[in-house]
Each structure stands twice: as structure tokens, then as C-alpha cells.
């Protein structure tokens, strides 16, 4: 997103047991289609300036997106796709607008080849920083980017800066330019993001803001220490010990299942096991 601080967007990523997107989307008390209308941890409580979502299916080199304009919480379409398609691996997105065009090619998550993307934050003064942040990214890849969003370039900067061998030295390096770029214009606190990005197998997030003010982030508590909490919630019955979510903000208060990502840290969810360490701009 661009557009003033006070700028907010609501995600959720999920790696793990094959499920309806329905069961992440919709059925939690504090979901993220309630977050669309009565979110609780950010300036604005209504986010209704576009949605989407992205997901991966055995088979496939790329992940599917849909995206479109309207607000998530009366969009048909949408409760259809999350009632019949099976995935292990999601991303959720809720838009929040006061700056940027409403448009699809403005809403998250953003695709490139088997790479996902999408942003909750800002880069400060963003219009003014513009054209030197894009003629940083690659010639080969410029010409694939639809909008006009910060976040949308923060990725091609990733991308450029080597997303696919190194995604969190890529960010950092990402980070890194908007920081020196933003200071070169007279902006004090460039950067602000909270920033899922995964490959289909692993899943990496971010959270991290020049003013150390970053927006809320958490992690799910490992499956089987909530089954030991919580043995009558059925839910967590039927999903494997690996599953893992992501969130701008809790799903709901069952007690212990939510932690906070600790500022200026970045956690990858992979096969081989969870990982958290210090993130700061290269």
C-alpha cells in the first residue's frame, strides 16, 4: 500500500495440512473476512479497497491469484473459490486504500513464476521515491509490473536483488535501497512492512519499519502443544503437526494459540523446521 501512515492492509499465510480455504477465510470467530469490516490492531477498522488471494495445488509451477476491486466480506465469488479449492499452502489479503488507485492490479498477493508476494506497511513519500526505485530493478523484469503500489515494486526489487536463491538477503537488500533512496529525498522513517513472501515450498515472513514501529505480525503455536491446551477443539484434531498461519492479526482469543513476531525479525516455515532471526536492511 501507499498513501499516508496510518496506511493498513490485513493478511494471513497458511503452510501445511491440505485444507478449504473456507476453514482460514471464513469460519475463525476474528477471520479475515471479519477483520475486512471489524479489524481491531490498526488505525482503520474497514478494509474494503480490494482482495485476493493466491494458492498452490500439486502439479503446478505457479501458484492461481484472484484478485478483485470490491470488499471482501459481500464477494461472492470468493466464498465460492474458499468453499470448494483444497491447498496447502495460502495466502489471504485484505486492502485498505488512501492513496493508491483502487484497481485489481493494485490488490495482493502479487505472482511471478512460482513466487507469491504481498504487504502490509508503506514506503514513505512514495511518489517522490518512485522513479529511483524503478530504475533499480531489472530491465528484464520492469515491463511485468501491472500497478502502480509500493508493494508491488518493493517484489521486483526482491526479485531483482536475488529473491530465488536468497530470499531473505534479497529483502534486506530490498530494504536496504528504499532506506537509502528515502533518506537521499529528506525522508526520515522510509520503510514500514510486514511482507509474506513464499515459493510453494517454503514460506518466509518479515516484519521490520525504519521507525521500529512496525505493524502487528504473529505466528501460530505449534499444533501440538494448542492439542494439548485445547484437546475438545476439533479443528486442531484434524490438521498435521506442521501447520502453520501467519497473521496481521489473531483469528480469534483461544488462549495461547498466538505470538507476536518480535520487531525487526523475519521466521521461514519449511519442511526441514521453523526458523526466526534478526532482520535488518542490507
Not at 221 to 228: A, D, F, K, M, N
Amino acid at each position: 500500500m501507499v498513501g499516508k501512515a496510518v496506511d493498513m492492509c490485513r493478511w494471513l499465510a497458511y503452510s501445511g495440512t491440505p485444507i478449504l480455504l473456507d476453514s482460514i477465510l471464513y469460519r475463525p470467530t476474528h477471520s479475515l473476512i471479519d477483520q475486512s469490516l471489524h479489524a481491531k490492531m490498526g488505525v482503520e477498522t474497514t478494509n474494503g479497497d480490494g482482495f485476493g488471494v493466491g494458492w498452490y495445488v500439486p502439479d503446478k509451477d505457479s501458484p492461481a491469484v484472484v484478485r478483485d476491486i470490491g470488499p471482501a466480506w459481500s464477494d461472492r465469488n470468493l466464498r465460492e473459490i474458499a468453499g470448494h479449492v483444497v491447498s496447502p499452502l495460502f495466502f489471504g489479503h485484505i486492502r485498505a486504500s488512501t492513496g493508491t488507485a483502487v484497481q485489481q492490479t493494485n490488490c495482493h498477493p502479487f505472482r511471478h513464476g512460482r513466487w507469491m508476494w504481498m504487504h502490509n506497511g508503506a514506503i514513505a513519500e512514495y511518489h517522490r521515491l518512485r522513479r529511483d526505485l524503478a530504475l533499480a530493478v531489472d530491465p528484464d523484469l520492469f515491463s511485468d509490473i501491472e500497478g502502480s503500489t509500493d508493494s508491488e515494486m518493493m517484489f521486483y526489487l526482491a526479485l531483482t536483488f536475488g529473491l530465488a536463491e536468497d530470499p531473505p538477503g534479497a529483502v534486506a537488500r530490498m530494504a536496504g535501497l528504499v532506506e537509502r533512496v528515502g533518506h537521499e529525498h529528506g525522508v526520515e522513517f522510509p520503510l514500514q512492512m510486514t511482507v509474506a513472501v513464499t515459493d510453494g515450498v517454503r514460506l518466509w515472513a518479515f516484519r521490520y519499519s525504519s521507525q521500529q514501529e512496525s505493524r502487528s505480525l504473529f505466528y501460530s503455536t505449534r499444533v501440538e502443544t494448542l492439542r494439548s491446551l485445547h484437546p475438545d477443539v476439533a479443528f486442531l484434531r484434524e490438521i498435521s503437526g506442521d501447520a502453520r498461519l501467519i497473521v496481521s492479526e489473531p483469528l480469534g482469543d483461544l488462549p495461547g494459540a498466538w505470538n507476536a513476531v518480535p520487531e525487526g525479525t523475519y521466521g521461514v516455515v519449511q519442511p526441514e523446521g521453523d526458523e526466526m532471526h534478526a532482520f535488518a536492511p542490507a
